[in-house]
């Protein structure tokens, strides 16, 4: 039983934390985009991002059940502690970088939501239901954005293009299971990720080739370790950032 909420704590923190990495990424935009309007896409989905990563800690406060609050669980963790996907702490690189790497998470981010909101845990499935509004715009944002590019100028399909060759050797990890989620998909907790990925590759195919682009999936060098703690060197400059305040002033209030 002890394992059990361990293995769905871990899930729960998985889940949050994944967002709020992205989240905290996206939010390095505000202000330097590369128009007005695409500037403010970017914040809205950062701030669409950290809801849903408030609402996952919150609940996961709930089953760890140690006097913790969400922002104890946000911001005084270290690093090995993060369970987010490697492709979500990827730097935000030039415009074509960003789109890529939102356009992978997003597609995979909408088919996991799907499922979830169908989730016999009522908490988990209404904290999937409200997201999936917000990434359904998600996605189609970065699908057009991908084919905006792609079948752009040559510049800018050239760009994508490598963003896309860089990037798909951090998108297996998304359908790879840990051991702990490996014994929540056997007693039937949690969706089995592994057969997300057909679909998955269906929706990523199906806008590259709009976009002109191409992507060899068989290449990927499939790169893991972020669900278990191990992150690329870029993470800890993350939580550098994002934790400074409440590492530097405990419990402080505005």
């Not at 905290?24 to 007005?36: A, N, S, T, Y």
Request: overall charge negative; glycine content about 6%.
């Amino acid at each position: 039983m002890e394992n059990n909420k361990n293995n769905w704590l871990n899930y729960l923190l998985h889940l949050a934390d994944t967002s709020l990495i992205l989240g905290q990424r996206l939010c390095e935009w505000c202000g330097k985009g590369p128009v007005l309007e695409q500037d403010i896409a970017l914040s809205n989905i950062a701030l669409d991002l950290l809801g849903e990563s408030s609402n996952y800690y919150q609940y996961a406060a709930e089953v760890q059940n140690e006097g913790n609050t969400e922002d104890d669980l946000a911001f005084l963790r270290n690093e090995r502690d993060f369970k987010n996907l490697l492709l979500v702490e990827k730097e935000n690189g030039h415009f074509g970088d960003t789109i890529a790497r939102q356009f992978f998470f997003d597609a995979y981010h909408h088919l996991l939501l799907t499922e979830l909101k169908h989730h016999s845990d009522l908490k988990l499935a209404s904290i999937a239901e409200k997201s999936l509004k917000e990434v359904t715009y998600h996605l189609k944002w970065s699908s057009e954005w991908m084919i905006r590019l792609g079948d752009g100028t040559e510049e800018s399909h050239s760009k994508i293009q490598k963003s896309v060759n860089d990037l798909v050797d951090f998108t297996d990890e998304m359908f790879i299971p840990t051991n702990w989620e490996l014994e929540l998909i056997e007693q039937q907790i949690i969706p089995d990720i592994r057969t997300f990925r057909t679909k998955w590759e269906t929706k990523v195919l199906e806008i590259l080739n709009e976009a002109t682009l191409s992507i060899d999936f068989e290449k990927s060098r499939k790169l893991t370790g972020g669900k278990d703690g191990k992150h690329t060197e870029k993470m800890g400059y993350i939580l550098a950032e994002m934790q400074i305040m409440q590492r530097t002033y405990p419990n402080m209030e505005w």
